[in-house]
């Protein structure tokens, strides 16, 4: 099967915030807290750009 573009950039680009910015633990417990720790490493993903 051949894969969309646009796929493989959305890989990508969670590959980036898993292993750059530590998206792939959460540092913190609650539905609030994980949201701040996504909300920040978002914003400094789109800062690095």
Known sequence: ???SYKHLLK???N???KNN???D???S???QDITVQV???LFLT???E
């Open 15 to 17: 590959a980036e915030l």
């Open 11 to 13: 890989k990508v680009k």
């Open 46 to 48: 789109n800062m690095k």
């Open 39 to 41: 909300t920040t490493t």
């Open 29 to 31: 417990c609650g539905k």
């Open 21 to 23: 910015y530590g998206y």
């Open 1 to 3: 099967m051949k894969k």
């Open 25 to 27: 633990k959460a540092t």
